[in-house]
């Protein structure tokens, strides 16, 4: 009895060796994801339309800030 348990425990252990083997090897084939490289565009006093239409043309909206009496805008769209 005890020769079949401890015949189990080395069964049960290469297996996870294994599987821990290709895992790990399986993990060094993957390439890495491409970077996402950004582009940046700012404006003073848009009106809802400007902004729609730069929303149109894969622009988001980051940030709007006042500068003196101005409202000011920062925009961001992944670069292609």
């Known amino acids: 009895m005890k ?6 425990i080395i069964l049960v252990l290469t297996v996870a060796a294994a599987c821990v083997a290709l895992t790990a090897g399986g993990q060094q084939d993957r390439k890495q994801p491409k ?3 950004w582009e940046y565009r700012d404006g003073a006093n848009l009106t809802v339309g400007q902004l729609n239409t730069l929303g149109a ?3 988001e909206l980051v940030v709007t800030t006042p500068y003196d009496k101005n409202l000011y805008y920062i925009l961001k769209r992944q670069k292609l």
């Open 3 to 8: 020769m079949l348990r401890t015949t189990l």
């Open 35 to 37: 970077q996402i490289v």
């Open 57 to 59: 043309d894969g622009w």
